[in-house]
């Protein structure tokens, strides 16, 4: 354990502003390149820098595998419960300017953050699942 | 007008495919292949085609890497490579095969290059595949969808059902593993 020193001080480090330039990513999707998907990848791949640098014990302390699982269909409950939304305000599926809000600007935002939010979250729990699950046997 | 950088990209690009097949330490094989897909994210980038670039970087040259090695701990890291005996015993029918898929790669490349005489020049503005929809959503998704980057737009609303499908893709592929790996181990 103790001969990780370095890896493990600086993945300390960079996981947080990993994390935060995938919320950035996620966020950022309306006006610049990103969106949903590459969000939730970075992200994936922070988590899996911590499970390299701090072993798969340590890792299932904190991440449990039973959040993972609720996520990956969470995402794509989220993502399709916008669309019956919309359905439900009078529109399309995914029509997201029907959504009852003020200006239609701002109805479609709201709308494309929805789905992108359920993309990320889907994209992460699955990305993280695969991790675990094939580098489970070896353990330090 | 091709520049004598995308040429040298272009080239980066086989001599990374080569080696990755040609290698016998898969886990040598796989960083290979991260390489590619970073030169692959730059050609991108170089095409304007930036969302596709950053969804190359960050997914082809830094998770698939990961998880391929992930896999490569599950299995074996080295390629099964024949003793001197068995290569010499089969060396007519390698000999053979080797033959029937230089022939079957070559009539292959003449169809490919004989397909690229009639497409558009590289970068060529009046290319049919840029005016059959991409003139609507340039022009009109700031009025349709209210969203400022109309790649956005196109995933999230134009094309929502796929992005849909898509998201339930990888749900499913999520599943799956889940079903197949966690089964065996209790």
Redesign the interface.
Known sequence: MNEHVIVQTISKILIPFIQLYALYVLAHGELGPGGGFQAGAIFGASIVLYVLAFGMKSAKLRFKSKVFDFLTSAGVFIFATVGVLCMIAGGAFLQYSSLPLPTKKLASGIGIYGIEIGVFITVTAVLVTIFFETAEQDDD | MVDIIEIIYLFILIVCSVAAVRMKDLLSSTVVLGAYSLVMAIIWMDLNA??V???EA??GA??TT??II??L??TTRGEYVPGIEERYKTRKARRLKNGALFIVTLCTFGVLVYGTMDMPNFGDPDAPARHHVADRYIEKSHEE?????F??AI???YR??D??G???V??T???A??ML??RS?S
């Open positions: 930036v969302d670039a950053f969804t960050s997914v830094g998770i990961v998880l992930a896999a701990s599950r969808v209210y969203v400022e980057n790649v956005t995933l999230a609303s929502g059902y992005t849909l898509e998201t339930s990888i749900f592929a999520g599943v593993l889940m790996l966690r181990k």
